[in-house]
């Protein structure tokens, strides 16, 4: 069975999924209201927990930062490389993204222990 293509309407569908699963390692994230998606790819503006502000592509490519602010693309491809996830653009963008992703899976595994103990 071959992927499902996306479009205009479903890509942000597939954003706010994106946004949805780091809305909690992040300051702030939305889908840009200036920058208009096409069946190619979508923007999604974001500010870390460090207060920086980023604007990320987000393709069948995958998902890369375009520029330093928000509704700014200007970087250049070659600059930045593309990352499978949005977990993985944030692991190498942000240290405090690692520490509260990591803080949060410590506490799922800890609530897990106590469960198998009683």
């Known amino acids: ?3 499902p293509v996306l479009n205009e309407e479903t890509w942000p569908q597939e954003a706010e999924a ?3 699963d780091i809305k909690k390692h992040v ?5 840009s209201p200036i920058l208009h998606s096409n069946n190619q790819r979508i923007y999604i503006n974001l500010t870390t927990l460090e207060n920086s502000d980023y604007c ?3 393709s069948a490519a995958g998902f890369r930062v375009v520029g330093r602010k928000y509704d700014d693309t200007s970087l250049s491809s070659i600059e930045n490389m ?3 996830t949005p977990y993985a653009l944030l692991n190498n963008i942000s240290q405090k993204y690692r520490e ?3 803080g949060e899976l410590m506490n799922k595994l800890l609530d ?5 103990e009683g």
């Open 1 to 3: 069975m071959s992927e």
């Open 18 to 20: 994106a946004i949805s």
């Open 27 to 31: 300051k702030t994230a939305c889908i």
């Open 56 to 58: 990320i592509e987000m």
């Open 82 to 84: 593309n990352y499978e």
């Open 100 to 102: 509260s992703f990591g």
């Open 112 to 116: 897990l222990a106590r469960k198998a």
